[in-house]
């Protein structure tokens, strides 16, 4: 069965979905879960895709544009057209490792700012398809970082938060224009 979801991996002039950016409050909202997969929820899946494309993304969960439900897509290769985008909806975390990795990372709700974050090197997740089907996934490295990012917005956390360095974090605000009143670190 193919997906339905589909989209070609190409930017589009005008995205269907506007990405919030730091300090919107839509970002901060707890996603909802999703009792029923069907087309409605396969249509938003393929808006996502096509607005995560067009911004040059590898994820995008539905709160960055403001639709609160637990729905996260990934692609950690969108320039390879034969790799499938994930849709992750309802994910949890089932197991991680002890083992923690420091990497850059960025955010499409805060463009311009690269910052390292410290998690866990691989997670496995449980996760329901664009069809309702139950699927587990063991996933490491990028895509172990992709998932844990996107996850976190559904719980309004933001990567900005997980940062541990604030000199750094400071500057990196500062001079892309974002305040740092909009960070809410995560204890």
């Known amino acids: 069965m193919t997906s339905e979801v ?8 005008n995205p269907p979905l506007d990405i919030r950016v730091l300090g919107d409050r839509a970002l901060r909202q707890p996603a909802k879960r999703i009792t ?9 899946v393929r808006e996502m895709l096509q607005t995560m494309y067009s ?15 637990q729905l996260i897509v990934v692609d950690c290769e969108p320039d390879n057209a034969a790799n499938q985008p994930l849709v ?14 420091v990497a850059q990372e960025g955010c ?7 910052l ?16 309702g089907r139950p699927r587990t996934l ?19 956390v933001l990567f900005v938060d997980r940062v541990e360095n604030s000199l750094a974090l ?10 740092t009143h909009a960070v809410k670190p995560v204890a």
């Open 36 to 44: 029923k997969v069907d087309s409605e929820i396969r249509e938003l």
């Open 108 to 114: 499409l709700s805060i463009p311009k700012v690269y």
């Open 138 to 156: 063991k996933a490491t490295g990028l895509l172990s970082r992709a998932i844990q990012h996107e996850m976190d917005h559904l719980n309004g």
């Open 55 to 69: 911004a040059d993304g590898i994820g995008l969960a539905a709160p960055q544009v403001a639709v609160q439900k």
């Open 6 to 13: 589909l989209v070609e991996k190409k930017k589009l002039e």
């Open 116 to 131: 390292d974050v410290k998690r866990p090197e691989a997670i496995e997740v449980a996760y329901k398809d664009e069809y």
């Open 170 to 179: 400071t500057q990196e605000l500062n001079k892309h224009g974002f305040s």
């Open 88 to 101: 992750l909806i309802n994910p949890t975390i089932k197991a991680l490792t002890r083992d923690l990795c």
